[in-house]
Every structure is written in structure tokens, then in C-alpha cells.
T-cell receptor, first 117, second 113 residues
Framework: EAGVAQSPRYKIIEKRQSVAFWCNPI?????LYWYQQILGQGPKLLIQ????????DSQLPKDRFSAERLKGVDSTLKIQPAKLEDSAVYLC???????????????FGAGSRLTVL | GNSVTQMEGPVTLSEEAFLTINCTYT??????LFWYVQYPGEGLQLLLK?????DKGSNKGFEATYRKETTSFHLEKGSVQVSDSAVYFC????????????FGIGTKLQVIP
């Protein structure tokens, strides 16, 4: 099966500019996640979608970050305006409905590396 | 609140040495526990998992046992190889609800020949 696709792989912008990242999850996966991974840290959940509805966006800086998942398939994460501290890798992941053993296993994309100058 | 604490790295070992990376969690109920690995230049991928107390997850020679009494899920491997050099992340997902997955800070492992 095809994996989680993300683009662009790399993006360099200046502060106060805007940027958008795109993610196409594994076909049939109901849940889609956006994580932010700052260098040297673990991934931090920004937003979690169940189909096309948001189920957790408690750590999303809503004054500058937005995300949507139209039609419950692919998703876009936008940052406007960007700050220096937004430099990070933005990871998209998807998961099917919870497996029979109760585990929620995520499949990650390669990530989009953002550098804000 | 729910959280996971993971030993900080980096960890440097010689080939064939024994590996332990400690991980403890704070959560109510019976969360699912995971180890994910990130090899150089690659994306995060699941290494192993356990979903109930005393379960042992295993893969590629790595093992971790879900210890409810000590709220731990330490990663072990009896004999590491250079190809095991990577960053290892402990993670957990609470039972029920939308099962948000929370990650630790990651432990970088370097294995030298």
C-alpha cells in the first residue's frame, strides 16, 4: 500500500511570510494527525482529525496556524505569519480505526522541514 | 496529566553491547505503549507495541515489557549493531476516546564498530 505522502519536503521562508504543507494519508485511514518536531525534541501533536472533523487541537497556536481536512481525505496545514520558532519538521501521520488489540498505530510521512529566517 | 518520560541521550555503545533505554509513563487506566524509531534520513516508524499489563512487544531483536506496577516500558536489546543507530521514541496512547498519541523526547543511539 502507498504510504503517507507529504509536500514540500523542504521550505525556507522569512519570518512573517506564510507557508502551507500538504498531506495525503493512507487510503481508508480515518484519523489524520499533524505533529511538530523541533530539532532535538519529540513530536508534539498540533491537531488530530477524525474523518473531516477536529477531535484535538489543544496545542495548535490558532492565532497563526490553521489546518483543514476537506472531504476527510487529504489535509493542509498553514502557518501565517511564520515566526522563527516555527522552524521544525512538520510530520503528518494517519491511522485506521483502532486495531483489534486496542492499539492506535500511526504511519508517518517523511515530513516537511521548515526553516524560518 | 498524561505524559511520558524517557531517558535523555545520546547513548553511545560498542557493537554487540547490551542496550536499555528507560521509559516511564503517567496515565490513568491502561494505555497502549509504543516504541517508534527514526533512522537517519527516514521517517518515524513503529518498532514495537504492547496494549496490556505484562505484554511483551518485540521486533528486530528489541523487546519491551509493559509493567503496570512500575508504569514503565523500557526498551532492551541484547546485542546492538551499527545499523541500530537511530533515535528511539517512547510513546503512549490512552485507552478509549480518540486515543491521542503522545511521544517522549527521543533517545539518540549511536553504535560504534
Amino acid at each position: 500500500e502507498a504510504g503517507v505522502a507529504q509536500s514540500p519536503r523542504y521550505k525556507i521562508i522569512e519570518k512573517r511570510q506564510s507557508v502551507a504543507f500538504w498531506c495525503n494519508p493512507i487510503s481508508g485511514h480515518a484519523t489524520l494527525y499533524w505533529y511538530q518536531q523541533i530539532l532535538g525534541q519529540g513530536p508534539k501533536l498540533l491537531i488530530q482529525f477524525q474523518n473531516n472533523g477536529v477531535v484535538d487541537d489543544s496545542q495548535l497556536p490558532k492565532d497563526r496556524f490553521s489546518a483543514e481536512r476537506l472531504k476527510g481525505v487529504d489535509s493542509t496545514l498553514k502557518i501565517q505569519p511564520a515566526k522563527l520558532e516555527d522552524s521544525a519538521v512538520y510530520l503528518c501521520a494517519s491511522s485506521p480505526r483502532v486495531q483489534g488489540d486496542g492499539a492506535n498505530v500511526l504511519t508517518f510521512g517523511a515530513g516537511s522541514r521548515l526553516t524560518v529566517l | 496529566g498524561n505524559s511520558v518520560t524517557q531517558m535523555e541521550g545520546p547513548v553511545t555503545l560498542s557493537e554487540e553491547a547490551f542496550l536499555t533505554i528507560n521509559c516511564t509513563y503517567t496515565a490513568t487506566g491502561y494505555p497502549s505503549l509504543f516504541w517508534y524509531v527514526q533512522y537517519p534520513g527516514e521517517g518515524l516508524q513503529l518498532l514495537l507495541k504492547a496494549t496490556k499489563a505484562d505484554d511483551k512487544g518485540s521486533n528486530k531483536g528489541f523487546e519491551a515489557t509493559y509493567r503496570k506496577e512500575t508504569t514503565s516500558f523500557h526498551l532492551e536489546k541484547g546485542s546492538v549493531q551499527v545499523s541500530d543507530s537511530a533515535v528511539y521514541f517512547c510513546a503512549f496512547s490512552p485507552s478509549g476516546g480518540y486515543q491521542k498519541v503522545t511521544f517522549g523526547i527521543g533517545t539518540k543511539l549511536q553504535v560504534i564498530p
